[in-house]
């Protein structure tokens, strides 16, 4: 196991809703990445956060948002969702800022319908 | 722009065989480069990385990848394959410096072990 949790697990939502997805990183984890794996892709990067804030961010549009805590857990929320967010989304921890080995969680599925 | 090409969809070996995943590159400057095994249903789990030094990195569960400069590749390879390595693999490169630390990742390869 990698220590880093997300919930849910599963998730389906009506487009034009919001959703707000966790991530509980391990301890002394500073650096929180989230990525969207659409089906038969790989992953792609949304935006990281490094001690509570964003320090990088992947061609997403704006009501894709995030937040890190002090306590190692983390919200990707996105706004006014469209059918093409249908997606696993993925919560990455790392200890250090360059990210040179991140772990992942098992993932968010997210229907949207 | 940096791009990961993973130029096989699925792989196919034998039980026992060795087994190649292949992986090309392109960034700007010298790379950081991973691999990272899903198994259905999960999250991407951690097999290795080039940062710098050797050519030859060994990973996790007798895993290892070859840095080609030359080539710009960063091949996956394990000698004798198991049917429990069944599984999506995928590859993935940033650049080693100029602030960003955002990976690019291939569209992964499905390798599949046959007993």
């Known amino acids: 196991e990698t220590g880093v949790t997300q919930s849910p697990t599963h998730l389906i939502k009506t487009r034009g809703q919001q959703v707000t997805l966790r991530c509980s990183s391990q301890?002394?984890?500073?650096?929180v990445s989230w990525y969207q794996q659409a089906l038969g892709q790989g992953p792609q990067f949304i935006f990281q956060y490094y001690r509570e804030e964003e320090n990088g961010r992947g061609n997403f549009p704006p009501r894709f948002s995030g937040l890190q805590f002090p306590n190692y857990s983390s919200e990707l929320n996105v706004n006014a969702l469209e059918l093409d967010d249908s997606a696993l989304y993925l919560c990455?921890?790392?200890?250090?800022?360059?990210?040179?080995?991140?772990?992942f969680g098992q993932g968010t599925r997210l229907t949207v319908v | 722009a940096q791009s990961v090409a993973q130029p096989e969809d699925q792989v196919n070996v034998a039980e026992g065989n060795p087994l190649t995943v292949k992986c090309t590159y392109s960034v700007s400057g010298n790379p950081y480069l991973f691999w990272y095994v899903q198994y259905p249903n999960r999250g991407l789990q951690f097999l290795l990385k080039y940062i710098t030094g050797d050519n030859l990195v060994k990973g996790s569960y007798g895993f290892e990848a070859e840095f080609n400069k030359s080539q710009t590749s960063f091949h996956l390879k394990k000698p004798s394959a198991l049917v429990s390595d069944s599984a999506l693999y995928f590859c993935?490169?940033?650049?080693?410096?100029?602030?960003?630390?955002?990976?690019?990742f291939g569209r992964g390869t499905s390798l599949i072990v046959h007993p």
């Open positions: 990455a921890s790392s200890w250090d800022r360059s990210n040179t080995e991140a772990f």
């Open positions: 301890s002394g984890h500073n650096t």
């Open positions: 993935a490169v940033r650049a080693s410096s100029g602030g960003s630390y955002i990976p690019t």
